[in-house]
């Protein structure tokens, strides 16, 4: 599986416990992210159609709120597989980082 950049990855963590409407996703990635990922509304819909498109994430109903329809998105189990997947490449490689780190401090370069 090619490697998932940090925003779909974090827009399928955001929705890894429940479906979420599409401002409470942008919120969730911006706590996620600690403040580094601010998306735009436009970029999230693209991200959330092309997720859907994948199998990763799905339409889960919709309700007005102030005159306009909020569609809630939730993780499919393929998009929670594809999470976890890229979850332990991101640990693998952190390891791997880490270890050559401590080989660096070391002295055994």
Do not use: W
């Not at 991200?47 to 109903?61: D, M």
């Not at 929670?80 to 980082?97: K, P, T």
């Not at 270890?99 to 055994?108: D, F, H, V």
């Amino acid at each position: 599986m090619t490697p998932m950049r940090e925003p779909t990855f974090l827009i399928l963590t955001a929705l890894a416990v429940r479906a979420l409407h599409g401002y409470a996703v942008i919120r969730e990635v911006a706590e996620l992210s600690g403040g580094r990922v601010v998306l735009p509304a436009g970029t999230l819909y693209a991200a959330l159609e092309r997720l859907t498109a994948e199998g990763l994430v799905e339409p889960e109903g919709a309700e007005v709120v102030d005159g306009r329809s909020r569609r809630y998105y939730r993780l499919t189990d393929d998009g929670a597989e594809a999470l976890a997947a890229d979850a332990d490449r991101q640990r693998h490689n952190a390891a791997a980082a880490a270890n050559r780190l401590r080989l660096r401090s070391a002295g055994a370069c």
